[in-house]
Structure formats: C-alpha cells, structure tokens
C-alpha cells in the first residue's frame, strides 16, 4: 500500500530482547533497555504530534503517554510543536481499564479509536473518561481511516506507536510504518507465548512482507539502536 499525502507519518519504537521478546509471556510490563533507551524514547516523542499505544500497554503500567520532563516540552516548544502532545489509545472492543493512570492525568486530549463492536455501555463509559472516541470499523479497526481523520480533524503530522505487538502488526499490516526505531538489549526472555514486535495475524507469504532499509545503527554501552525505514521513501 502506497501511503499518500492525507496521512501522519508513523514511526514505531520498540525495546527488544536479543530473542525478538518485547515482554515476558506474562505481559507484565519489564524496563530492560537502559537509561540511553529512555531518552531515546523521550527524543521521540519530542518530535510527535501525538503518541499511539495499545489498550492493554495502558493497563499494564502507569503509562499516561506525555513528553515527559520539562526540557522536552522545551524542546517541543521550540520545534513549533504544542508543549503536550495528543494521546490516543487504540481498542477494538474498548476494554480498557477506566481506572487507567492516563485517565488521571488530564495535561493533553485522549483519543480512543474503537471499532463497532464495542458495547454500548462501554462506549458511554469511554465517552466520559476521553476527549473525543473515534469508530472506525464495524469489527476490525480501520487505521488508515483513523490515521486520515487524526489528520483531519487534530492536525497529526507525525505520530508515534509504542506498541504493543498486536497494534504494531496491524499498522504494518496496513503498510502505514514509515519507520522503525528498535533498540536490541542483550537479555533473552524465551517463551513461545511471549509478545513480538510485530503480532497479530501476520502474513501467510513473504511478498506481503513489510519492507525496510536500515537507515542507521548506533551502539550505546551494551544496547543496538537501530533505525529503519521504508524502501519506498
């Protein structure tokens, strides 16, 4: 698929183990880049108009999806960025946890993307808790629907994914990644249930395959920063 004009651009950054694990099997949130991986993620996210995760990355840990401390919403300002960036939470069915730390902390909107198969009940709840629940799609979620009206309607130029696996493959899936940012630590996980960067349905053949160029690699201490981007670019 052939991204056009009408969409952000989407880069994705990841924490991986040297066995292709973004978690454990348990799905418990574990903090094994170093502290070079998180001002890399906090660099990032100082360039985005608003940052994506998963429904259940933010019932795993007191994600609450900001720009972090204030040099980097200094940094923002200074790039001509709003001082807070938008928040979007992604869940087909809208089974997120209305107790979530990101509901709590009210400095930027959050946008929830569902689709029609979410409850009424939960869809009311949402409503309450979000600036703006968004339907697009009757069962699967269409994100190049989404990404337009993000466009559109909030004015996202770039727009960062921090995952989880299930989200991260059906935007490649999609074909709506322009890059990637992956950050190999040296610890194996194991687990054959244990999430990847990239889960979901997949595809069957290797033509489907999403496709990239590695655009640059940078070692700091014992952790790979690596950055890919889409051949087509």
């Known amino acids: 698929m052939k991204k056009t004009a009408a969409l952000p651009f989407v880069f994705v950054n990841v924490a991986m183990t040297a066995d292709g694990k973004i978690a454990p099997a348990n799905r418990h949130f574990i903090q094994f880049g170093g502290p070079a991986d998180r001002r890399h993620l906090l660099e990032l996210r100082a360039t985005a108009d608003a940052i994506m995760s ?9 994600v609450k999806l900001g720009p972090g401390p204030a040099r980097y919403r200094r940094l923002r300002l200074r790039r001509g960025l709003a001082e807070y960036n938008l ?12 107790q979530a730390a990101i509901f709590k ?8 993307l569902t689709t029609g198969r979410i409850a009424k009940s939960r869809l009311a709840r ?9 339907i697009c799609g009757a069962k699967e979620l269409d994100f190049s629907e989404a990404l337009q009206w993000l466009r559109k309607k909030w004015k996202v130029r770039r727009l960062l994914c921090e995952g989880g696996g299930e989200l991260n493959g059906a935007l490649f899936r999609a074909g709506l ?4 940012h992956l950050t190999i630590c040296p610890i194996v996980l194991g687990g054959r ?21 590695l655009a640059s690699m940078k070692r700091r201490g014992s952790d790979l920063f690596l950055v ?6």
């Open 193 to 213: 249930n244990a999430p990847t960067l990239a889960d979901g349905a997949g595809v069957a053949k290797l033509a489907d395959a999403a496709r990239f160029r």
């Open 105 to 112: 902390h009210r400095f930027s909107p959050i946008i929830i």
């Open 126 to 134: 949402l409503r309450a808790l979000a600036d703006e629940v968004r």
């Open 228 to 233: 890919y981007r889409r051949r087509n670019r």
């Open 87 to 98: 928040r979007v939470i992604v869940s087909g069915a809208g089974t997120i946890d209305p």
């Open 177 to 180: 990644v322009d890059e990637i």
């Open 54 to 62: 998963g429904a259940r990355t933010m019932d795993m840990d007191r």
